[in-house]
């Protein structure tokens, strides 16, 4: 959603919301509730935004006090502004332990943001069930349609496709009472289920009028001093913005308060956009909230070794991008095998966890299994491994991981995936290269000129739409006069849009080419 759509859109917003849960009392004057329908409004029309009532704490501060004396959702509060870093250094540790706390208390929602973190850390999948249940059983929405979504694709659940169905009406039901109750997080969540037609047909409209008074609510509520509210309005304006424009000078503004009262997406998200010499402090400060790329970002001896720090940390608690980044690290200093041996085995071990949740965790795994790091090398493992990913529709490492293999079977269903995914209009280019290269079909070079000029339109129309890395690769095309004659002018001017967009490879490019 763009900023320029937030006004005259349909919605109602109730005092509190960005901290108020579901059973927060709305006032006399509270405008009618998000499920029920109504006529566009302008921004000035909405009710005006309160602080919050019932005692919510607003910062880690608060919370840490309202969370000693019992109250399980000051402890969830807290727990959520620790793992994200807002008002204080992120610490997904502790964030953990304070969300398990208030989950045991019942808040459902503490629950459910719970079986999110585990599942993407690669929990157990009976153990994120049993979390998502919870969390649904205690009416939280997030963890209904959680759990629906594992038991209809039967990711460590038994599959009924029935039951999942019954969850997704359930967490539809849930959201809009609590959105109607005040909570900004349930709006932004029952917008996204009515975008996906969960629990009721899809209905794009009614999402966005609801997405775009939460967004004017969130800021309402950061104003108010809730700095959980101040991370999502934070993330609203990088989520809107163009990557080829800069904020408005009011969100600039806004991103700057919001830096100052330590919210770490306001820092990370000033540091995108502004020159390398004005975002030096936000870096700073970013890595200040521990953040480690921004750590590392800054170039010197402590910057780096806070990083590691960091990331060996957050590893430690089952974060696998962090051990990424530390095996990286590792690798890149030329450190001695006992120290780099156990590291990439810990890497292996945990991507390969988290690769019950799909996504890249699968990949990581994968790599390191077909490379032999971390363990024997187990081409059979990479290839189990990519076609989880393959079954959330991500098919074409697969592909490639099959054509490397050195069974004939594998090689024809990688040749098979490949052509099934250019026809998707994805991988087209690989394709191409395999008949212009005549490795593992005849040699056809009318073919592979096509495929080539099929990809290239298709990465062209995704440049159009601002995808740096589309940019680049239709860049690398012209240059190299993959399916059309090579132009280093136009190839040249995509590196530069690439580059704009933020894809640093292509900032080398251009240096190196001029």
């Known amino acids: 959603m763009r900023a320029a759509r937030r006004s005259m859109l349909a919605c109602a917003l109730l005092a509190g919301c960005g901290s108020a849960n579901a059973n927060t009392p709305t006032s006399p004057s509270s405008s009618p509730p998000i499920s029920s329908a109504g006529a566009a409004v302008s921004s000035a029309a909405l009710p005006s935004h309160e602080p919050p009532r019932g005692g919510t704490c607003l910062n880690p501060e608060e919370c840490e006090r309202t969370c000693r004396d019992h109250q399980p959702s000051a402890c969830e509060r807290l727990g959520m502004m620790l793992d994200v870093g807002a008002g204080a250094p992120r610490d997904i540790a502790r964030a953990a332990t304070l969300l398990q706390q208030a989950c045991d208390a019942g808040e459902g929602s503490a629950c459910s943001t719970l079986a999110t973190n585990k599942r993407l850390r690669g929990a157990p999948g009976a153990d994120v069930a049993e979390l998502a249940r919870k969390g649904c059983d205690a009416g ?240 059979t493992a990479a290839i189990e491994l990519l076609s989880i990913r393959c079954r959330d529709g991500m098919c074409r490492e697969l592909a490639n991981q099959l054509l490397q293999s050195s069974d004939p079977t594998s090689k024809e269903r990688g040749l098979a995936l490949l052509e099934a995914n250019c026809d998707k209009g994805e991988g087209c280019d690989d394709l191409a290269k395999i008949y212009d290269e005549g490795t593992l079909v005849p040699k056809n070079a009318k073919r592979a000129r096509d495929l080539y000029l099929r990809a290239l339109r298709g990465l062209e129309k995704a440049c159009d739409n601002n995808d740096a890395l589309a940019c680049s690769l239709a860049g690398y095309m012209y240059f190299e006069g993959q399916g059309v004659r090579a132009n280093a002018l136009k190839a040249r001017a995509l590196y530069t849009k690439s580059c704009n967009l933020g894809e640093r490879s292509s900032c080398d490019f251009i240096e190196l080419t001029r």
């Open 140 to 379: 939280s929405g997030r963890g209904c349609s959680d759990l629906a979504t594992m038991i209809r694709v039967g990711r460590d659940v038994p599959t009924d496709a029935i039951k999942a169905e019954s969850l997704d009406g359930r967490a539809l039901e849930l959201a809009r009472a609590a959105c109607d109750a005040g909570s900004c997080a349930e709006c932004r969540y029952l917008a996204y289920l009515l975008d996906d037609g969960r629990g009721e047909p899809v209905d794009a409209a009614r999402a966005e009028a609801i997405r775009a008074a939460q967004v004017i609510a969130t800021r309402k509520a950061c104003e108010q001093g809730d700095l959980l509210a101040c991370n999502e309005a934070a993330n609203d304006v990088a989520f809107a913005r163009l990557p080829l424009a800069p904020p408005s000078a009011e969100d600039d503004t806004f991103l700057r308060a919001t830096c100052k009262r330590d919210v770490l997406e306001a820092c990370e998200e000033l540091a995108f956009y502004l020159p390398d010499d004005e975002a030096r402090p936000f870096r700073e400060q970013a890595c200040r909230l521990r953040d480690a790329h921004h750590c590392r970002s800054l170039s010197t001896p402590e910057g780096s070794t806070k990083a590691e720090d960091i990331w060996e940390r957050d590893c430690e608690v089952g974060e696998v991008n962090a051990c990424v980044q530390t095996l990286a690290l590792l690798e890149e200093a030329k450190a001695p095998p006992e120290v780099v041996l156990p590291r990439a085995a810990r890497t292996r071990r945990l991507a390969s966890q988290a690769c019950r949740a799909g996504g890249f965790g699968c990949s990581i795994a994968a790599k390191l299994a077909a490379e032999g790091r971390g363990g024997p090398k187990d081409e």
